[in-house]
């Protein structure tokens, strides 16, 4: 495994000192590991993006959104992701909300498992740059 580095190295100049990797995780720290690797084992189909379910009031004032108390359009399922650069927002009709949902799903647990992961690695090199002599 590489050590992950903040600083840059010229490589043809000859490194006076060795850099010694320092990932030497415990062994509840490798069992973490594996059971994370474990939960990315299984991922099913994800979908970029993020679903945002809202209600909204309109441009219209005497609308019975701006009513007091307002009564608000929706709630509406929104699905907004990144599409070449562009964020692009598109609203889902209740079957597709149905249908989509199990896929934001799984994109959710499988972005809860990778920061678990850089979490339990960035624990690991700390521990490991503190050892430094
Ligand atoms: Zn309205």
């Known amino acids: 495994m590489t050590c992950p580095q903040d600083y840059t190295v010229d490589s043809s100049q000859p490194r ?23 939960g990315l084992a299984q991922a099913g189909f994800a979908l970029p993006g993020t679903l945002i379910v809202r209600s909204h009031a309109c441009g219209k004032p005497a609308c019975r959104c701006h009513a007091d108390p307002p009564r608000l359009h929706g709630p509406y399922a929104e699905w907004t992701r990144k599409n070449g650069g562009k964020t692009v927002t598109r609203r889902l009709t209740p079957a597709e909300l149905a249908e989509y949902q199990p896929l934001f799903d ?28």
């Open 16 to 38: 006076e000192t060795e850099t010694v990797c320092r990932m030497e995780p415990t062994a509840a720290q490798r069992a973490a590991r594996d059971r994370i690797a474990a």
């Open 106 to 133: 799984n994109a959710k647990k499988l972005r809860a498992l990778l920061s678990e992961l850089q979490d339990l690695t960035l624990d690991i090199i700390e521990a490991g740059s503190s050892q430094a002599p």
